[in-house]
Every structure is written in C-alpha cells, then in structure tokens.
C-alpha cells in the first residue's frame, strides 16, 4: 500500500525530465500528500501530456457518487485488468504521478515509525515518477470532478523489511512504452514489477509526518 507522498519537486527541475508537454494550472509542492489531497498529475489529453491537478482517490466514471474514492487509493497491479473499477482506465487511463518519494511506517519496539523512500536513476537522485491510473466523474450540479489512484506490487527485497507492498515506478526509459495506448495490456504490464534494489534508497524521519496537516520541508528530514 502507499497511503502518503511528498511532491515538493520544483517546476523547473520537473520539466527537465521531459514528462509532460505542457501544464494547464498552476503547480504546487506539497511534502505531505495524504488521501483526498489534490495533486500534480501527468495524463494524455488530446495527444499532448499534461500535468494538472487531481484528487488522490479514483472514482469510476459509472459511479453513482464520488464517495468510493476514499476506498481506491491504491489498485494492486496483479488484478487491473480484472477489477471494474480500474480494468478500462488501465486500458486507456494511465498516468504518472511524479514526486520526491513516498513515505511508509514500520512497527519497531511497539511503535510505528515513519520512513521516506526515493529513487536513484544511475547513481543520481531523480523525481520518482508513479504509476497510476486517471478518471473523471460527472458531479450532480456538472462539475467534472478529475481522480487517481496508485499502482501497487510487491516490494522489492530491499524494502520488505517496512513493507512487503510499494508503488509501481516508472523509469525515465519506459515512459513512452507507459503512455502508449496502441500497446497490448501483456506489454504495459511487464513495467509492473519491483524496482531494483540499487535503484532506491530510504530513511527514517521524525512523526511529524504522521499528520497530513503538517506540510514543510521537515516531513523530509533525516533523523
């Protein structure tokens, strides 16, 4: 499961990766997204990708209210093609949520503790960019109300020792192959796996993360 991230990835650094085309709001970090929080998405939109802001919870488009998104936080990626809820935005609905890293607890000495998880690309510190999965939904009133959720699989044998779950990452190499939607399903689910061992890094930080009110840059700090 991965029930919290940070987004605090400046805007200029986020466009030398070469993710998205152009952004239609205006961006925002965040150290400390939780569920129900708004944040900045990358999906396809009339064959250009563009980054804007969505609420973390997907409701299907056939829903008959927006009050299940608090429950598809995350979709394990061994059964989209399976589930209602995700099958057809995995056919057509992908997306990438780019961030700093994520965060995940572990129960030591009868307490759990906050850890902060990020990628290395080559050696090099670079944005973690999650896969995911996008819908709109119709309000009442005809507001479009724009959702996500997290694409899970098993953790990599480095981070089992928090979690034996975490985000399915998208390398910079596979972000074409990820936003293709001429691909059968069997080829963009060869990108679901566990990433490399060498490939990310963790560490603890304080419990100030543990509130999704607190947002500074102390939720990232090592302690």
């Known amino acids: 499961m991965c029930g919290r991230f940070a987004q605090a990835i400046p805007l200029g650094k986020l ?60 979709a394990r990626g061994e059964t989209l093609k399976e589930k209602p809820s995700f099958r057809t935005a995995f056919k057509k609905r992908r997306c990438i949520i780019p961030v700093t890293g994520f965060y995940e607890w572990r129960t030591e000495g009868g307490m759990k503790r906050p850890y902060f998880i990020k990628i290395r690309v080559d050696g090099e510190a670079f944005p973690m960019l999650i896969a995911g999965l996008h819908e709109s939904w119709n309000k009442p009133d005809g507001e479009v109300l724009e959702t996500f959720t997290i694409i899970t699989t098993n953790a990599c044998e480095k981070l089992k020792t928090i979690h034996d779950r975490m985000p399915v990452v998208i390398l910079p190499k596979d972000i074409d192959v990820w936003f293709n939607d001429t691909l059968s399903a069997d080829d963009i689910e060869k990108l679901i796996k566990p990433v490399d061992d060498d490939e990310i890094d963790f560490y603890p930080v304080s419990e100030f993360v543990n509130s999704p009110h607190n947002n500074s840059v102390r939720c990232l700090e090592r302690i």
């Open 15 to 74: 466009n030398m990766t070469g993710l998205f085309d152009e952004a239609d709001s205006d961006y925002m970090e965040s150290f400390n997204v939780a569920p129900s929080h708004y944040a900045a998405v990358v999906s396809v939109r009339e064959g250009k990708r563009v980054l804007s802001f969505k609420k973390w919870g997907l409701v299907p488009s056939w829903s008959k209210d927006d009050k299940g998104g608090s429950r598809l936080i995350n």
